[in-house]
């Protein structure tokens, strides 16, 4: 059973482009949790989906930012017009049934708005 | 709102030492505690979890322990090694009484054994 994969491993953006961070949960998991962990900070949580459904968002910027967890497919956690401050490394976690089990984590995207 | 404070920010050992991690949280009303190991540039990996119900967890030369009513846990590790150098994090999980169990972590002790 792979574990939870993320890519691109690391990406490059000029600022005012868009960034698209995915995310394929372990194989049966139907709950995917995002975090950033920025500079000298701990991880915050973002947002937290299941299947079609956002279900809780309270941790990312209102503006921005957006995430899915379609039927089919990974998630994405898009950031548009990416600004130096949005530099961070964002994880995603995925668990078979929520706090049932412990989040399985990601390697993480390393993002670099140049 | 949750605020999990880890002590110390750093911590140097000679191998071979015993070692203790703090970690202390705001709000009692938690659904479990995890302790996690981060290595440079990779992701997290869990090394010990414990329910709101239980005291401690134990996994080979680790101990985790939860004081659940005054807001502590401790992570101590026996005989340290070079290859437990890493960032170890603490989380919890707060008991909503509903489906979301996000985590909130704090910002970790970075742990450096040196041979």
């Known amino acids: 059973n792979a574990g939870v994969m993320q890519n691109p491993r690391h990406l490059v953006r000029r600022r005012g482009q868009e960034a698209r961070l995915r995310c394929s949960p372990m194989k049966g998991h139907s709950h995917v949790y995002w975090y950033r962990q920025l500079p000298e900070e701990g991880l915050k949580f973002m947002v937290y989906l299941q299947k079609e459904n956002i279900i809780d968002e309270s941790g990312m910027p209102k503006e921005r930012f957006s995430a899915e967890f379609p039927k089919e497919g990974p998630s994405i956690l898009r950031i548009q017009q990416v600004v130096r401050g949005d530099s961070a490394a964002y994880f995603c976690a995925s668990s078979p049934q929520s706090g049932v089990e412990t989040q399985y984590f990601g390697p993480g995207t390393r993002l670099l708005v140049l | 709102k949750q605020e999990v404070t880890q002590i110390p920010a750093a911590l140097s050992v000679p191998e071979g030492e015993n070692l203790v991690l703090n970690c202390s949280f705001t709000d009692s009303a938690i659904y479990n505690l995890q302790w996690f190991r981060q290595d440079p540039g990779k992701g997290l990996t869990s090394l010990l979890l414990i329910q709101s119900s239980q005291r401690e967890q134990t996994s080979g030369r680790l101990n985790a322990s939860l004081d659940k009513s005054s807001g502590r846990s401790t992570l101590y590790i026996a005989a340290s090694q070079p290859g437990d150098s890493a960032t170890y994090l603490c989380?919890?999980?707060?008991?909503?009484?509903?489906?979301?169990?996000?985590?909130?972590f704090g910002k970790g002790t970075l742990l450096t054994v040196n041979p």
């Open positions: 989380a919890v999980i707060k008991d909503s009484g509903g489906s979301n169990y996000k985590l909130t």
